[in-house]
C-alpha cells in the first residue's frame, strides 16, 4: 500500500532525509516497513516516473574508489594483543577504523553516532549488524558488542547505517565496483590478505562528493596501516 493511501505518511527520520536530499516526495513511495512505514531502502529502492521527453530526469550516479592496504603492521599487532579467548579480530579492527574515520570526515554523513554495518553471513543468508559511536568504543568492549550482535538473529539491514563494511579475505584480488546495499550511500569492501590488501569504497554521487569520498578512504587506510592509533 503506498503512503497516500493511508492519508498520513510514516517514514523513519533517515528515511526522511534521503528523501530531502533525494527531491522524492514522500506520497509517491511505497514502505516496505512495518505497517507500510517508510524505511531508507524505500527511498534508495524508488525509481521516480518517467520523464517526458525532452525533461530532464534525477538519475543516482554510482561511483567507486580504491586504495591498497598494507596489512603487515596491523597482522602484528593482532597477533601480539588480546588474550587467547578474546583475542581481537580483523572484523573488530577494520570497524574502529570505518568509525574513526567517519567521525575524522563527518560531510560523509548526516547520521549522529556515524554507524557502521557490518555485513555477515548467518546460514548461506546475508546479514548485516549495526554498531554506533564506535571512536567511544576501545577494542576489547566493540568486539563484545559485535559478537552479541552476530549471536542475535536480527537482521538491522532496515536500521540507519552510515556505511556498510565488508571483508573479504583473498589474495591477488582488486575489487573495481560492487553494488550499493539497499539503504545505504556507501559501502566499503576490504580484500584483506597477511600482507597486502585491497580497499573499495562504493559510493552514491549524488549525495557523497568525491573528494569527501577520497578523503573518508584515505582516513581508513590510515587507521589500518597505524594500528596503534586504534588501540588508545
Known sequence: MSAAATGRVRASPYARRLARQRSIGLEQVSGSGPGGRIVAADIVAFAPPAAAPGTAGTVGTVSAIATRIEFGPLTTVLDRFGSPEARFELEDVLLRAAGCALDDVPEATPLDGAPVALEWRRDGAPRQVVLDH??????????????????????QAHEPASLTLRLMRAEAIRPVLLPLLP??????????????????????AGLVAEDVAAQLLERFRGYVEVPLLLLA
Do not use: H, N, Y
Open 183 to 204: 539503504g545505504r550511500v556507501l559501502r566499503l569492501v576490504v580484500i584483506a590478505g597477511p600482507q597486502l590488501g585491497e580497499a573499495l569504497l562504493v559510493f552514491d
Open 134 to 155: 564506535i571512536r567511544k568504543t576501545s577494542l576489547a568492549p566493540l568486539r563484545t558488542r559485535r559478537l552479541a550482535a552476530m549471536a542475535a538473529t536480527t537482521d
